[in-house]
């Protein structure tokens, strides 16, 4: 159902054609070739076998783990686009699919679509800064551990305290960041997520891609602008978002992703893709440097990798089940880059329904990123960028 299915009559190759004349006793007396057949050709995939690997055992434990429902991770180039690692659990046999059910033969991380949670306050940062609503120095109230919104209240996680925009995305204040998107006009920051690539879809070679969602802004409410602070009123797929935190990374461009390295025909490397440019490249700094305070101080502390610095964001999202949201449905996701400064891969996962121990994106998400950053960092060779610390 995937490349293969895509690329089949490449790799099937053609048929030669042959006109066969025989006599009244089945004697062959002619034949001619009508139609040139040729062998298939083979596709070399971006895909590193080795750390697929490494990326699906890290899945299969955290679901055995947390007893999830399902789980997903992607590893990307942030420079090429190049897909180096895609995993989605629960899988199947390819040579007997029969024996699995048919909604584990999906391909999760790209046909399928989920709610961001907070793993999208650094676009609203973003959007905030670019349009210029705050202050040089401001502080955001998130004493109150909550905020009114439209006659509701929104709790909030982070310890109460007046935050910087920075603090804000480092430490997940959900009051700071709701602040902030209702200062952003409706347009502009639905214009915001548009641009990272969300509600679209992203391009790679792969049948039934999900597009995702993001709603028009005539079909907003009063909530809207809050519900997508928090990640709840659109829906993307972890390749996008894989893509969007690979253009915090390579300082403002969004990348086609590729899954195809080069082919037998011809032997050449697939030509790069599309490149957008989105963000200022300081805007992506500032960016980048709010990420890496996340793992550093904030909520990211256990995807922390020893020897290198790393940048990310949590999510805990609830999931929509039967037209709503409860507090039994949950996706931990965690995003991130490494090695920092200048970062080289970035690194998605989202855990669905994990009800064992726990659901927080903190404890749940951002360990798995740290075994697949630590594993990329070992298998592509990054020099680190800090001291490792001694063993005690």
Known sequence: AGLEHHFDAYMAGEPEQYLAVNDAIQRKVQLQRLQRGRAGYDL???????????????????????????ASAVVVDVQSGHVLAIASLPSFDPSNPGAAKA???????????????????????????????IRPGERFDCRDRGINVAGHWVRDHADPGLYTIDEVVVYSANAGIIEMAERVPEERLRHAFDTFGFGRRTGVIFPAEARGLLPETRTWSKMSRAGFALGQELIVSPLQMAMAYAAIGNGGWLLEPQLVLSDSETGATTEPGARTRILDEALASRVLNMLEGVV?????????????????????????????????????????????????????????DPV??????????????????EAAACLLDFAPTEPVPSPE
Request: glycine content about 8%; charged content about 20%; hydrophobic content about 50%.
């Open 44 to 70: 070399q995939l971006t895909l590193l076998a080795r750390l697929q690997a490494r990326c699906e055992a890290a899945l299969a434990n955290t679901v055995r783990k947390h007893k999830a429902r399902a």
């Open 103 to 133: 909604e584990h033969w999906r391909l999760r991380p790209v046909q399928d679509a989920l709610e961001p949670g907070s793993v999208v306050k650094p676009f609203v940062a973003a959007a905030a800064l670019a349009a210029d609503v």
């Open 296 to 352: 550093r101080d904030g909520t990211g502390e256990l995807a922390g990798v020893p020897g290198y610095r790393t940048a990310g964001k949590t999510g805990t999202a609830q999931r929509a089940v039967g037209g709503g949201f409860d507090d039994q449905h949950h996706i931990a996701w965690f995003a991130g880059l490494m090695p920092m400064p200048h970062p080289r891969i970035a690194v998605v996962v989202a855990v669905e």
């Open 356 to 373: 064992e121990i726990d659901f927080w994106a903190s404890t749940v998400a951002a360990p798995v990123f740290a075994e697949i950053a």
